[in-house]
């Protein structure tokens, strides 16, 4: 299945002769050492789902020739329609693949039960990676990734990946380069691997993803700008994506001086379904209904102490991440939960927009020497700052610095008495109690990136919370330096009875010698892009702040609006339709605001950019309208639910304000329509965030064909057009886009309705409106 040319040598291990081998088709098998040359731009795609290139021997050499890509698709395919493997390896050992260039697969490289395996060296950019329908406007829920299942290699087969390997053990990778995708690394059921000197950064899921996986080293790696869910000062999400992932039961894993900003989170760890025993409790509501005849058997469940015990030792235990930066997550710098004696030390966590460390039911944790700074800026309720830990004991919290965090420190207990049925809950259950808080640097002073900051907003060091059944105990605080040196600034937030003492023992720490594996410096090597201002996306993933992105904006009524980075020389021009074009600075240092203008009605547009190396035509149509807007506060006897007519009625009760507006754009996040700066009247009597409806009526003339009903909404929304629904959700969900179309059988005037009702917590609601071609 393959051919050699003999005439042609490489030299390769042990100054050996390698034959070279020309590809030229899908399913060539590889069984002896070789250079791998393919013809420039062929593209050899992977028509059955089992690789092109097939790996198929012991101890093979597999080098790729200077200049040679193997591409599985159009370098102008979009990254959600990529299909199939690039490079396949199963079952044996040994091998080495030097500088594998692959692209436009859904994975470019897949290796199972490849124990040996070395990848060195090479780019693995530009394979799958979904398309994004969060905007600089909204979030969209469809876009978060749910990685707590992968026991049947989900992650690979519903997100893709750069290069997987699975149940492989003593694996090497180094030298890696991953872009334009959507994983970097991802390493399912991967023991004894070394990790070291791979850029996987600018992705839109993550940098590098174990699952299972103990006893690695992981050293001396960029993995910056693994993110999707976040646009600054509108919405910080996250939507689990990570620098780094780490699920279900990896252990004894070492990670140093890796750089992994700007992630959803830097670190995501979690202990596992499994771990906590979710699973068990699943089957054993199976046996108790099949014995009771009852559904709900929740108050029968018993735990056997044993068992519990078994379960809280299964976590992600005993990592040490020492020297890493985990900087300017939308949500969390580390987050580490359900689990026991890792190690956090000499770590950055700079401006991380919810907090530096989220350690939720962790405990015996060694957190030492590490730097917080800034956190907390864009946090929701008291979950905000530095060190975030509930039901967490025994930890050890030591000669750290944390500088103008909102709460340095905030530990607690609640009632969480679903998890605590969990056996893995259960079996560690000791409280918010005997944790050690020692020899820190507390500042607080003008310096501060928290803004606004409110004159009743606080800058706690040290906050206790417990819900009156005294878990939270037997703390300590002792021998900290505190600078309070702003208004805001205070030292506790700590009610009576939960004092932490004064007196006792300073536990000493010593941290393990460690192999610091790699040549590279990553740590600090993108300083021009610091701050969280730099997450900027477009519906593929994070800029990288080299190549051109075009973003859309929000825009008022009539405009659309696009922010162009990275383009040189740009030009700009209306190909079709009456829209007016304005060119301006735009809102970021060196990019380009491109706006369209248009009157009352329909317009359609194709509008051209150019530039050095760059084309792009965006098209669509400008819908405005007038839209007449009712906004009312409603109470639970007139849940629009249950009682939709009563509801109604209260648009026009004298509570009610109305406005006019020129879209259904209300980023509402969580505030209520007063918080918007719509109208005077709006802002003095409007509805607050909670419990509000809003009813929005328009006429408007739309050419004869079929429309398109675009909604974005938390919670309900309803849309008619004339007499007709045309489109309904009438339920209490999360930020939730629907699509409906409808008929215009002529052209004409028509009605358009919009309901929509918030139950509490987070809001959105967006209407676009547009012809199908």
């Known amino acids: 299945m393959w051919r050699v040319i003999l005439c042609s040598t490489v030299l390769g291990a042990q100054a050996q002769p390698l034959p070279l081998l020309e590809v030229t088709h899908d399913d060539t098998v590889i069984t002896q050492s070789c250079v791998v040359r393919i013809a420039p731009g062929l593209v050899l795609a992977d028509r059955n789902t089992n690789g092109v290139l097939h790996l198929a021997a012991d101890n093979l050499l597999v080098r790729f020739a200077p200049g040679t890509e193997l591409r599985g698709a159009p370098a102008d395919q979009p990254g959600d329609e990529l299909r199939g493997w690039g490079i396949r390896l199963a079952g044996h050992r040994g091998v080495t693949l030097e500088n594998a260039r692959v692209h436009g697969f859904f994975v470019g490289l897949l290796a199972t039960h490849a124990d040996d395996f070395t990848l060195a060296g090479g780019d693995f ?18 876009d978060w990734l749910f990685p707590h ?54 992705l839109s899921g993550w940098g590098l993803a174990l699952w299972r996986s103990s006893r690695n080293v992981i050293s001396r790696n960029a993995f910056d700008f693994c993110v999707r869910g976040h646009v600054e000062g509108v919405y910080n999400r996250g939507q689990d994506s990570a620098g780094i992932l780490c699920f279900e039961q990896c252990n004894d894993n070492v990670f140093v001086e890796n750089s992994a900003t700007h992630g959803g989170d830097g670190f995501f760890g979690f202990a596992g379904r499994e771990a906590l025993g979710e699973l068990w409790l699943e089957e054993e509501r199976v046996r108790l209904r099949q014995e009771t005849g009852r559904e ?60 530096g460390v989220w350690g939720g039911y962790s405990s015996d ?54 998890l605590l049925r969990s056996p893995g809950v259960a079996g560690n259950a000791r409280g918010v109690a005997d944790n050690v808080i020692a020899r820190n640097t507390f500042v607080v002073d003008a310096q501060h990136p928290l803004q606004p900051l409110r004159a009743g907003d ?196 004298p509570e009610a304000v109305k406005v006019q507006v020129g879209a259904l754009d209300f980023n509402y996040g969580w505030r209520g329509p007063r918080d918007l700066g719509l109208a005077e009247e709006v802002s003095r009597r409007g509805p607050g965030g909670d419990y509000f409806g809003m009813i929005a009526r328009t006429r408007l003339p739309l050419p004869a064909g079929t429309w398109r009903v675009t909604t974005l909404s938390d919670d309900g929304i309803r849309v008619r057009v004339g007499e007709r629904t045309v489109l309904e959700n009438w339920t209490w969900h999360g930020p939730t886009k629907d699509v409906a179309t409808f008929d215009q059988s002529a052209d004409g005037e028509v009605a358009l309705e919009v309901e929509h009702f918030e139950i509490d917590g987070y809001a959105v609601l967006r209407l676009d409106l547009e012809p199908l071609l």
């Open 125 to 142: 950019s530009g394979n799958y990676r979904q398309r994004l329908r969060s905007s600089p406007q909204a979030e969209d829920g469809a």
């Open 149 to 202: 299942h992968n026991d049947q290699e989900k992650w690979r087969d519903q997100y893709g990946a750069a290069v997987c390997i699975e149940s492989s053990d003593r694996v090497t990778i180094r030298n890696l380069r991953v872009r334009r995708g959507q994983n970097g690394l991802v390493l399912d059921r991967v023991n004894d691997a070394r990790i070291y000197d791979n850029d996987c950064s600018f």
């Open 296 to 355: 709900d058997v929740e108050d029968l469940i018993r735990v056997p102490a044993g068992l519990a015990q078994e379960f809280s030792a299964r976590g992600c235990n005993r990592n040490l991440l020492i020297g890493n930066d985990f900087s300017y997550a939308p949500a969390h710098g580390i987050e580490l939960t359900f689990s026991e004696g890792n190690v956090f030390a000499r770590n950055r966590l700079v401006e991380n927009a919810i907090c």
């Open 365 to 418: 944790t060694l957190i030492v020497e590490n730097h917080f700074e800034g956190n907390g800026g864009m946090a929701y309720g008291l979950e905000r700052g530095g060190i975030n830990m509930e039901h967490a004991a025994g930890n050890r919290i030591l000669a750290n610095t944390f500088r103008n965090n909102k709460c340095a420190i905030h530990l607690w207990w609640d009632n969480d008495a679903a």
């Open 458 to 653: 606080s800058l706690v060091i040290l906050q206790l919370r417990d819900d009156g059944t005294n878990n939270v105990r037997n703390n300590f605080y002792l021998d900290n330096t505190v600078r309070l040196e702003h208004p805001n600034a205070v030292e506790f937030a700590v009610p009576a009875g939960l004092e932490p003492r004064r007196d006792g023992h300073i536990p000493s720490y010593s941290l393990p010698a460690i192999q610091v594996l790699g040549e590279s410096q990553p740590v600090g090597a993108r300083p021009h892009l610091r701050g969280r201002h730099q997450i900027l996306f477009d519906e593929w993933g994070p800029w990288d702040h080299e190549s051109p992105l075009v973003r859309s904006l929000a825009a008022p009524s009539g405009e659309a609006a696009w922010e162009i980075f990275g383009v040189r020389d740009l030009t700009a021009s209306v190909a079709a339709g009456p829209a007016t074009l304005r060119r301006e600075p735009g809102k970021s240092p060196g990019s380009t605001l491109v706006r369209l203008l248009a009157n009352p009605g329909v317009t359609p547009y194709r509008l051209q950019l150019r530039g050095e190396d760059f084309a792009r035509e965006l098209a669509g149509s400008l819908v405005v309208a007038r839209w007449d807007v009712t906004f009312f506060a409603w109470t639970q006897d007139k849940d629009p639910r249950e009682h939709p007519a009563a509801w109604r009625e209260l648009a026009a009760g």
